[in-house]
């Protein structure tokens, strides 16, 4: 019975890690999302944390970290087009067997104008990663001593830790308008896992990681020193499908001046995303003089688990920097000076 059980952690844990990872703040996982948005900043470069803790009010937590930088080069050389370069990486473990992925990633994006105020942009990600779990951490029949589990007993099971290695790589474009009314609007798909890569931890050939196609979609526009931002995410990957969509809503406090390079103003997000089927997701942002942005969301489960989940899900942290390399001037709404 023990060791059916401990199996049964250990398949739950693969068949949750068989998708790809997630975060409901994607923004902060662009790399995640679409290779196109490498690059893709208003300023020099772009350094992203995250993490999400998920599931610990069920059993073991699954637990993914992420980080990312990236930057655009060559923009004021190429007269608005760009040469987008960044590098992520990212850790994911679940359950008792801490059964997950953990790779990197290289990135490269070109942005071109597309006349006027249009930008297409296309991407491409490589990246080496690793698949393991550590068994030894599994329980078994034989430590169960009679009235309950004791981990001093021996397992009696020749299980060893297992890992396997992969290469793979992932392809996307990014269309962006901005209108002269100041609405701004970004559409944009992706492929993951070009190359299905075998995943299996014991040398099969019937564990891939099925390709992941993406859709993404973001708006925004100004109405004062408020400014609306609704975003919406898709994702099919084999049978496992997510739709993600929801709005930011940021407030602008304090003001930057017009004539100096003081860029002082700080501001304040709130907003509420949906994940179809799945969780309600209240998030709230702050950012710090236009460079540094903090983050936390919480998923409220409402699915067919949130009896035994008692609507806990997910939890989200993640900080965002966004520089230059040296100071300069940033362009301001209603201001015609430039960089």
């Not at 105020?117 to 329980?139: D, K, V």
């Amino acid at each position: 019975m023990m060791r059916s059980f401990g199996i049964g952690l250990f398949l739950l844990a693969a068949t949750v890690s068989a998708q790809d990872v997630h975060f409901s703040q994607f923004p902060y996982a662009p790399f995640t999302v679409d290779p196109a948005l490498t690059g893709d900043i208003p300023t020099d470069q772009r350094a992203t944390l995250i993490y999400r803790d998920q599931w610990s009010s069920v059993g073991s937590p699954f637990r993914t970290y992420a980080a990312g930088y990236d930057l655009p080069l060559l923009k004021r050389r190429l007269g608005g087009r760009y040469l987008g370069l960044g590098l992520s990486a990212y850790r994911d473990r679940a359950g008792k067997s801490e059964f997950g992925d953990t790779r990197a990633d290289l990135g490269i994006a070109y942005g071109l104008r597309a006349g006027g105020r249009n930008n297409i942009a296309f991407g491409l990600q490589a990246g080496y990663g690793q698949r393991s779990a550590m068994l030894n951490e599994l329980r078994w029949d034989s430590q169960f001593n009679g009235s309950g589990y004791d981990p001093t007993l021996p397992a009696n099971e020749a299980v060893a830790d297992a890992s396997v290695s992969f290469f793979d790589m992932a392809a996307g474009g990014a269309w962006t308008m901005a209108l002269k009314s100041g609405l701004e609007w970004t559409l944009g798909g992706a492929a993951f896992h070009l190359l299905e890569p075998q995943v299996s931890l014991y040398g099969t050939s019937h564990d891939r990681l099925y390709r992941r196609y993406v859709v993404h979609g973001e708006v925004h526009w100004t109405a004062g020193r408020w400014e609306w931002m609704p975003r919406i995410y898709g994702s099919q990957q084999g049978g496992a499908r997510e739709v993600l969509f929801g709005t930011m809503v940021e407030r602008r406090l304090g003001t930057d001046s017009r004539y100096t390079k003081n860029l002082t103003s700080n501001a304040v997000q709130f907003g509420c995303f949906y994940r179809w089927g799945d969780a309600v997701v209240p998030a709230v942002q702050f950012e710090y003089h236009r460079m540094l942005r903090a983050m936390v969301s919480y998923d409220v489960n409402i699915s067919r688990l949130h009896k035994r989940s008692s609507y806990q899900g997910g939890f989200e942290v993640g900080l965002q920097w966004i520089g230059a390399f040296k100071e300069q001037r940033v362009g301001l709404p209603g201001h015609k000076g430039g960089k």
